[in-house]
């Protein structure tokens, strides 16, 4: 199987506070993970890209001192939403790629952490 | 540049009855094209996918789908849909930057009795 979990999967936190997510895949490893965002019915957007050992890759309009990332193992990556504000509320999702790349290769989804802040 | 336009962001049918959730693509490279499944308050769940192989595509959950390069299109299809099918539809393309995905704006399934 390819098992990705999230912790925590619901958080409530005050404005200005930190908030850290954790992404793990569970039984494989993951060279690379990938943190989406979604908003209510809508679709899901591409934060970045997380490399383990390197910095990640952020996508355009992403404010990587706000968004840090963090891939300090093959199996983990953690994403902090530093000094959140409500409009930071959200759905976040990673997903975790096995291989080393190829576009055919399946990315694997965790069940999402979804933020509220106050 | 990629993207992925799914046609109908609501569809329902009849429990039984046939599903057809649209996808069609634009890719400046020969496309990879996915189709994942989301629960409500849940993550994404692969039904099938396409990599240059078989142009119909056997899935998860009896769903397939058939890759139409003249058409640009990879429709999902599931022939009796059952009320457990009810959920977002959400259709993607690799772009082949890193193995990123762009995906659709999703479909959301509704089976009624």
């Known amino acids: 199987g390819a098992v990705v979990s999230q912790h925590p999967s619901r958080v409530i936190c005050k404005s200005g506070t930190s908030v850290k997510i954790e992404c793990r895949s569970l039984?494989?490893?993951?060279?690379?993970m990938f943190w989406y965002r979604q908003f209510p019915k809508q679709s899901l957007m591409l934060m970045a890209t997380?490399?383990?050992?390197?910095?990640?890759?952020?996508e355009q309009g992403v404010e990587k001192d706000k968004f840090l990332i963090n891939h300090a193992s093959l199996t983990l990556s953690t994403l902090t939403v530093t000094s959140a504000h409500p409009e930071d509320s959200s759905f976040y999702i990673c997903?975790?790629?096995?291989?080393?790349?190829?576009?055919?290769?399946?990315?694997?989804f965790g069940p999402g952490t979804r933020l509220l802040v106050l | 540049a990629q993207s992925v336009t799914q046609l109908g962001s609501h569809v329902s049918v009849s429990e039984g009855a046939l599903v057809l959730l649209r996808c069609n693509y634009s890719?400046?490279?020969?496309?990879?094209l996915f189709w994942y499944v989301q629960y409500p308050n849940q993550g994404l769940q692969l039904l099938l996918k396409?990599?240059?192989?078989?142009?119909l595509v056997k899935g998860i959950n009896g769903f397939e789908a058939e890759f139409k390069k003249s058409e640009t299109s990879f429709h999902l299809t599931k022939p009796s849909a059952h009320m457990s099918d009810a959920a977002e539809y959400f259709c993607?393309?690799?772009?082949?930057?890193?193995?990123?995905?762009?995906f659709g704006t999703g479909t959301r399934l509704q089976v009624t009795l």
């Open positions: 997903s975790a790629r096995k291989g080393t790349g190829g576009r055919q290769e399946t990315q694997y």
């Open positions: 039984d494989f490893q993951a060279t690379t």
């Open positions: 997380s490399n383990e050992g390197s910095k990640a890759t952020y």
């Open positions: 890719s400046s490279v020969p496309p990879y």
């Open positions: 396409y990599t240059s192989a078989a142009t």
């Open positions: 993607a393309v690799n772009t082949g930057t890193a193995s990123k995905l762009t």
